[in-house]
């Protein structure tokens, strides 16, 4: 009776979304330490510091305040940095183990259980060194802090400073659909039904503080939050704070090779996230007829307050009425007498 509306809610595309933070998640320092610090001549213990001490003594965000480093130290030795080289300085930014052939990996294992999966990055880095690196290719979007760049692209002030609150718009505009960052239609309220990838079906990668906000607010509305720490140094200090608070479903070192602890968790992750989608989708041809029936209900009531009412109603709207119940009826499976 409902075959078109049963083929269009199996032929429903189940969609997930992986965010990952980036500095120390998948590469394992932070991306502005490798080459682009170094290119100042100054090493990268005194530019935090400096920065640091900038942010604090101006009760700046730190963000902000490492952007405006840069440009400082870009100025002063007469380098300035256009979006080109930072790009290219991307392509240098060494990776964790794994993650360069994971996406893949990942993507064919989702497709098996008939998922679609994009990836995302959100990070307080640098969205050029991003884009600039390996693996750019793989993510849907690159939220990241970003400048502005003047006529001949060199970078002038800050596009975007992502911080570890603003970090979570991001999820939002992901479950939601609204992807361009001055899309202020994030903020409008949507019902679950119609997100563009539920909440449940979000995993959020991280390694510190500042991807704290982000895994409590993926845990909290049902998604999965991992907590990676470097392999090397092998400090598990904060993945274990992390998970003792509840703030993460997972924690593993940051390898993402074919037989680590993160492939394991994230292919359970999608098990779940597929069978929880096929009883969802199996609930939704039940909610047809069942929807049916709930309206059919409301008509009976509806004719008892006419027959109780001291309003005079027409036989001819007596019988429209009698006549619309009785075509529910015909839509409703089964006895219901
Ligand atoms: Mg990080």
Redesign the pocket.
């Known amino acids: 009776m409902y075959e078109q509306q049963i083929e269009e809610i199996r032929a429903r595309k189940v969609r997930m979304a992986i965010c990952y ?5 998948l590469s394992p320092d ?1 991306m502005q330490t490798f080459t682009l610090i170094p290119s100042f001549g100054v090493d990268k213990a005194t530019f935090w510091n400096e920065s640091n001490a900038l942010a604090k003594a101006n009760l700046m965000d730190s963000n902000l305040a490492w952007m405006y480093q840069l440009l400082n130290y870009s100025r002063a030795k007469r380098l300035p940095i256009k979006r080109d080289y930072f790009k290219k300085i991307g392509a240098d930014v060494p990776l964790y183990e794994g993650v360069e052939t994971w996406f893949d990996r990942i993507n064919q294992y989702a497709e098996k259980n008939e998922i679609e999966v994009e990836h995302y990055i959100i ?3 640098l969205k050029e060194i991003i884009e600039g690196s390996k693996i750019a290719k793989h993510f849907a979007r690159v939220y990241a802090s970003s400048y502005l760049y003047s006529a001949d692209d060199v970078a002038e002030w800050p596009a975007q400073a992502v911080n570890y609150t603003t970090k979570t718009q991001f999820i939002f505009r992901i479950a939601k659909g609204f992807l361009d960052e001055f899309d202020e239609r994030v903020n409008d309220s949507m019902e679950d039904k119609l997100l563009r990838i539920p909440y449940e079906n979000i995993v959020y990668i ?3 503080a ?2 704290i906000p982000c895994m409590r607010l993926v845990k909290s509305k049902g998604g999965y939050s991992i907590g990676v720490y470097d392999p090397a140094s092998d400090q598990r200090k904060k993945v274990y704070q992390l998970f003792n608070d509840k703030r993460i479903s997972f924690y593993a070192p940051a390898v993402y090779t074919a037989r680590s602890d993160m492939m394991k968790y994230m292919k359970q992750i999608i098990r779940e996230i597929a069978s929880r989608e096929a009883m969802k989708t199996e609930q939704r041809v039940l909610e047809l007829p069942a929807s049916v029936y709930k309206m059919y209900n409301m008509y009976e009531v509806f004719e008892q307050m006419i027959a109780d009412s001291s309003e005079p109603v027409t036989a001819r709207d007596k019988k429209k009425i009698a006549d619309e119940r009785a075509a529910l009826k015909q839509m409703i499976e089964g006895n219901i007498d």
């Open positions: 933070d980036f500095d120390k998640t932070d990070s307080s880095g991280g390694d510190s500042t991807d």
